[in-house]
């Protein structure tokens, strides 16, 4: 599944860096690095406190969507330039020259409701096509700006504290500052100032009013660069920095809700600080000289995808592999810039007590990583995690466990006594028996009329105690026994949904924690499950193509699949094709396949099938076939079959490679599916 994502209006940025506190490192990776995303993990182990306490190790700073602005400056060391360097994180977009030039920022420090000025020369106030000079002197210690009635009013502080009333004439369409000299000064609730170039607002919000300040894109620039990236940094990474920065202010403004506003100043939005600040009678310019440089060379410059803006996510660091946003140019691939000036490894001791706490579990036997999105170290960011307490087991996000414990990024794995997963794993790349918590041998997966699906232990008797491994599988033409797909020693299931969407859904402890995403194939009119056909070791996939061609799918021993092989031509008539293990005792897996009346035995060799067997008639009757393995250790496959009323008949091979008389092992099971 795509892992969790806050709205695409916000950046949920990490601190804005600061100095550097190491020199280059070492990394050398080449210019032109290929932008393969790593496979996604399986769930991590079990882990127990050590000592009453858990230690993460992680990496990165933020939540990993295009460019790691560590990264940027790594790369620049390396030789690439600004295009270069934004070629790679955003792949796909194109540069482009911005035509709105002006933006609206929401100045929200400014919170008290009202627009207090400094005094200047030339400072006034523009309402329509009216205006007002303010007067200057030291009669006038503070201009304040607030709303009355449906309108405004002005005052000035006098020297002595008072506040004065002054006729302005203006009408009570939206007030608005400017000076002179371009730059207007605002007097902040704590008494701090802040200086903004172009003009000031003070925009309607309900009786009260919100400051914004109106300035021309690239002055917007030239503040916002020194505040997100130090400009001391390699140029041509700041100049990247400067394109991110604008595109992206132009993305939210492009998007904007609000008619008083486009963007904040803030980390929601991206830093803004305008052109300068007095704290404590300490004034202190905002912009750089090398950051006005980056945005200069570059004016002008956005970058957008399909003619569209593009989204310009970036954050502190990637930890080493950037993570899927929600844009086709925000992909997860590894990156080799991110840990070039300095590591990013980081870690933090966490005690079982306050996990325990803060989810009120009890006390906290295990912490589990389950699910995470794939990308980078341990196997990507953790999107899902188990608290295993005394009194309860919650599941909770990565994000969420990250946020309670402040953590830099979610990109971490979790240490502490050695444990075990709930389940013993069973041997790596096996595909039979069907088994997804071999402690219980055989099992068979049924899907329930109301999505559940559902594993039952299965012997020559019949059914044991079903658990439910999920719910959701109404939505699912297909489920599929595939096999221990990745190696991990669980067993997989491949599922197609009612969209054409196939997904390797990963199984480890006896329950669902991933999926990966296989493609949409709307051309699949059958999949089954075949074992090794290929003889690599590993688990296969068998599909029949809806232009009546049979194709096998080997693993690639991750989750994703090597080349496919075409197995036959012509299979117009063969509406069910299942692999069922061992049939005729030569070590390779074989299919049925059944035709009108008929279900007839492929022999498997390698790579390949040998032409049909019949293995008997009368097999219309039966809605579903499926297969365990070997069920009474003969050496030899068995098959369940599913009558129309629900029964489930088992079917016995035998010595000679064929199936011996039927027999029911179980009723109740109408309006049910197999997991095939």
Known sequence: MPPTTPSPMRRTKAAPLRLLTSAAGTAAMVASAALVAPPAAVADSAVAAAAGSFTVRGSGFGHGW????????????????????LAFYYPGTT??????????????????????????????ITSGSKSYTLPAGSAYKTWRV?????????????????????????????????????????????????EYRGTVSLIKRGSGGRTVNTVSMENYVRSVVPSEMPTSWALEAVKAQAVAARTYAAKLRSRATSSGYDICDTTACQVYSGYARTVGGKRSVRETARGNAAAQATAN???????????????????????????????????????????????????????????????????????RDGSGAWGGRVTRMKIIGSKKTVTITGGAFKSAFGLRSSLFTLGGAAGTPAGRAGTAYAAFPRTYEPARGPEVLIIAANGTLR???????????????????????????????????????????????????RTSAGSLTAAVVFGQHTDYRAMTG?????????????????????????????????????????????????GIGDLTGDGMPDLVARSGDRLYLYAGTRNGIRSAKLLGTGWAKYSSITSVGDLNRDGRADLIARTGTGSLVLFLGTSAGTLGAGKTIATGFKGTRFGT
């Open 530 to 578: 075949v074992g090794d056909l290929s003889r690599d070791g590993r688990p296969d996939l068998v599909v029949l193509t809806r232009s009546d061609t049979l194709w096998l799918l080997p693993s690639d021993g991750r989750t994703g699949r090597r080349a496919s092989v075409r197995l036959a031509t012509g299979w117009k008539s063969q509406d069910l094709v299942r």
């Open 66 to 85: 295009g460019m790691s602005q560590y990264g940027a400056y790594g790369a620049a060391v390396k030789g690439q330039r600004w295009q270069q360097i």
């Open 95 to 124: 540069r482009s020259t911005l035509s709105q030039r002006t933006i609206r920022v929401w100045v929200t420090a400014d919170s008290d409701s009202d627009l207090r000025l400094r005094p200047a020369k030339g400072l006034k």
């Open 146 to 194: 607030s709303r009355s009635g449906s309108g405004y009013k002005l005052q000035y502080q006098t020297s002595s504290g008072a506040w004065k009333a002054r006729s302005t004439g203006l009408g009570t369409g939206t007030w608005t500052a400017s000076n002179s000299a371009g730059i207007v000064t605002v007097i902040m609730p704590g008494g701090s100032r802040r």
């Open 455 to 505: 594993r039952y232990p299965v012997s020559t008797a019949g059914l044991g105690t079903a658990k439910t491994l999920g719910s959701g599988f109404d939505d699912y033409t297909n489920v599929v026994n595939l096999g221990d797909w990745n190696g991990d020693g669980y067993q997989d299931i491949l599922g197609r949904t009612d969209a054409d969407q196939v997904r390797l859904l």
């Open 301 to 371: 410059v956005i970058l957008t995808y399909k003619g569209t803006i593009a989204l310009t996510q970036f954050a502190s660091s990637n930890g080493g592999a950037t993570a899927k946003g929600d844009y086709a140019y925000l992909k997860a691939h590894s990156d080799p810039y991110d840990g070039v000036i300095k590591s990013q490894a980081w870690s933090k001791k966490i005690t079982a007590a306050a996990i325990g706490k803060r989810w009120s579990v009890g006390t906290v036997r295990g912490v589990q990583i389950t699910t």
